[in-house]
């Protein structure tokens, strides 16, 4: 999933990171990268405090959904399906590299 992030210079010198519905949240820094991260580990937080994403999509006037929470939390890095998957993939890169000389 992307989302747009406005990221503007405020009074001060500072700049804020902000992101609209359905999350209404803002994050400030001295730095424009700083504002991002500091908006980063927000939204990360409500995701740990038990707020999920979900999907739900809207076609031809009939309504399939919505789709299951996304997760919002780490369960990809040890289940079995992501694991092969991720085998699959660099095997995939390693055979794809040029030979050295």
């Known amino acids: 999933m ?3 992030i406005l990221i ?3 009074p001060g010198g500072r700049f804020r990171a902000s992101l609209g519905d359905p999350f209404h949240a803002a994050a400030e820094a001295d730095d424009p990268q700083g504002a991002v991260q500091e908006l980063v580990r927000l939204l990360q ?3 740990k405090s038990g707020a999920r994403i979900a999907v739900l999509t809207i076609a031809n006037g009939a309504v399939q959904g919505p789709a299951a929470p996304l997760p919002a939390d780490d369960a ?4 079995w399906v992501y694991r092969e998957l ?6 995939n890169r390693r055979l794809e590299e040029p030979a050295g000389p």
């Open 86 to 91: 991720e085998e699959a993939i660099a095997q």
């Open 76 to 79: 990809y890095k040890t289940d």
């Open 8 to 10: 503007e210079p405020v």
């Open 2 to 4: 992307q989302l747009p």
């Open 45 to 47: 937080q409500r995701l």
